[in-house]
């Protein structure tokens, strides 16, 4: 019962984050806070899957020597936390092609506010 | 031959990453790897296609792993036809890109190429996959490709750009969760796999969810009205060598994995509904906004931008009414707006490139000036507004038979009202090349463009009417094969 609790918490939390960074994305006015929010978007997300394959009282799916009839449920699944793998890899991507563009915009209009930006657009 | 289906991702991977070492040898070189990497690619989808053509569904296991465990290439009739619509615009891409590219550095050209190469392998690799993460990681490659190649347009694309790259990846979070939300309960991420034990839970509210996450995700990418706000400025501020292959193809992938989302891994129908009705009244929106707003427009490019909107509605229409006769309206208007959205984005580049102007009134006596262009450009128009025997008459065809067959009148009547705008906003183009006075000055180059541009805005042109001349054809030997049975 406690562990299963527990494993609500950590939904609530994933989901929490996720709201969290849409909100920073579009509410924040500074285009780096909301590259922030973008990531913390992304992080919810990678939270999401490492729950989904966590269990309490298992172990990495490694089959211990000796072990001769393996028993499933004594084991995590890897398979969403190689996902995120994955997932880690296109985020950081995706921030670095950010980055690259939020310097080319300073250099532009030497600000980073969304607001004055507008107003230099025009 | 029993590699070809991973060619079809491979050819321009490998080339993407080879293309940076030709470009030390000069532009050239980067140019030639680009052509190879898109003619590759279309050879291999050309093979591909007519081996599932012939009832054969072409699976690959990628690494020698068997699905469910590994990644599965599908090859049947609907991702071989994306397949070879990719790549063929992607070859006309490239040739187009030429006059452009002839005055850059050898180190800008090959970024390009390479650039170019890997947007390729991601759109590519969206239409073949079998897997839904596979999926997520293609959609993320095509995008990031993307988001560098557009923002080279100057200060305010960047600008656009990054409002994209924000949106975009929140599209793509958003599809993560609902592939999260579904390997959940099915424990598996192959499509086929997944289809064949969705039916056990498809009562679960969870599936509601994670189809409401994944509609969301591919909605915003393929730019479906409420969710198509980055889209007017990216496009607008675009280079010209890459904005013809982006408008044409890239929300259609979205569009297209929408569809092999909705009709193969949850099975025709049995799906939930609300989600689908939902999406039917947002491309209702998005088919009358897209029309209106491209009406309001003076920059050409911008309009053809909001109508890209209007368009993408018509063919989420027909995913939402989902009856065979909706689904072949909405499979053909994926074929037809690409290969028409093209050919009007390269004309328009193609002036701006060759005189400089790019607002309505500016093309005033455009078609004395570059007459084969500019017949091009009024063929596609034409399909657009959907006359017959255009190409695009046929898709809105069946899409109001679709409507009308269903009942949902409201639709029919969208389809209706924003072809009389179309008509309108296009007709106020057209009259300014043919019927207005000259108003550019005589100083400026005015010879029709050269051969490397104006071959593929001809070719399009060609194709637009081809297909709607041998509709019928084409319809059921390539359309009908590719819906879900």
């Known amino acids: ?122 | 031959m029993e590699h070809t289906p991973i060619l079809i991702v491979l050819v321009p991977l490998t080339s993407a990453l080879l293309i940076p070492f030709l470009a030390m040898g000069g532009g050239r070189f980067a140019r030639a790897g680009l052509l190879f990497a898109t003619a590759g690619s279309l050879l291999s989808s050309i093979l591909a296609l007519r081996a599932s053509l012939e009832g054969e569904v072409l699976s690959y296991h990628v690494g020698g792993w068997p699905p469910p465990w590994g990644i599965e290439i599908v090859i049947d009739p609907l991702s071989g036809v994306m397949a070879t619509l990719v790549s063929f615009l992607a070859v006309l891409a490239a040739f187009y890109s030429g006059p452009y590219l002839s005055g850059w550095t050898a180190r800008r050209t090959g970024t390009f190429c390479s650039l170019f190469a890997l947007l390729v392998t991601g759109l590519q690799g969206i239409v073949v996959t079998g897997d839904l993460f596979n999926l997520y990681v293609f959609l993320e490659i095509s995008s990031i490709s993307a988001y560098a190649l557009l923002s080279s347009g100057g200060s305010k694309s960047v600008v656009a750009v990054f409002r994209y790259l924000l949106i975009g990846t929140v599209a793509a979070s958003f599809y993560l969760i609902g592939v999260g939300y579904l390997y959940a309960m099915t424990g598996t991420l192959n499509m086929a796999d997944m289809a064949a034990r969705l039916p056990e839970t498809s009562d679960s509210p969870v599936i509601v969810v994670a189809v409401s996450f994944i509609v969301i995700g591919l909605a915003i990418k393929a730019a479906l009205f409420p969710l198509h706000g980055w889209l007017p400025d990216t496009y607008t501020y675009a280079p010209g060598p890459v904005i013809g292959f982006v408008a044409a193809v890239m929300t259609k992938v979205s569009a297209y994995a929408l569809y092999r989302i909705l009709f193969y891994v949850f099975v025709a129908g049995t799906g939930p509904r609300e989600p689908l009705l939902l999406l039917g009244w947002a491309s209702v929106i998005a088919v009358v906004a897209g029309s209106l707003m491209a009406l309001a427009q003076k920059d050409v490019q911008r309009m053809l931008a909001y109508s890209s909107i209007g368009q993408m509605g018509y063919i989420m229409l027909g995913i939402a009414i989902g009856t065979p006769l909706a689904l072949t309206g909405a499979l053909l208007h994926v074929v037809n707006h690409a290969v028409m959205k093209g050919c009007l984005f390269m004309v328009v580049n193609g002036v701006q490139w060759r005189l400089g102007v790019f607002r309505v009134r500016d093309f005033a006596g455009m078609g004395r000036r570059l007459p084969l262009t500019m017949a091009a450009f009024t063929v596609a128009a034409l399909s657009m507004i959907g006359l017959p025997p255009t190409a695009g008459f046929f898709s809105k065809y069946y899409l109001a038979l679709a409507a009308l067959e269903s009942g949902y009148i409201p639709f029919l009547a969208a389809l209706i009202l924003s072809s009389l705008l179309g008509a309108v906003y296009f007709f106020r183009v057209l009259e300014k090349v043919y019927l207005s006075p000259e108003n550019v000055e005589k100083t400026r180059d005015t010879s029709e463009l050269p051969l490397p541009m104006l071959a593929p805005i001809l070719t399009l042109a060609v194709l637009v009417l081809l297909l709607g001349v041998f509709n019928q054809t084409v319809v059921t030997e390539l359309i009908q094969p590719g819906l879900p049975s």
Do not use: C
């Open chain 1, 1 to 122: 019962m406690e562990a299963e609790t527990l494993s609500v918490v950590n939904y609530w939390l994933a989901a929490s984050l996720f709201l969290i960074g849409l909100y920073g994305i579009l509410a924040r006015p500074h285009l780096v806070r909301k590259l922030m929010a973008m990531n913390i978007l992304q992080v919810a997300v990678i939270v999401f899957f490492i729950i989904l394959g966590y269990k309490s009282d298992a172990t990495p799916p490694i089959v211990r020597q000796g072990d001769e009839t393996p028993i499933a449920r004594n084991y995590i699944n890897p398979l969403p936390h190689t996902l995120m793998l994955t997932a880690i890899v296109v985020s950081v991507s995706t921030t670095g092609v950010a980055l690259a563009l939020l310097i080319r915009i300073h250099r532009r209009f030497g600000t980073l506010d969304e607001s004055e930006l507008i107003e230099k657009l025009k």
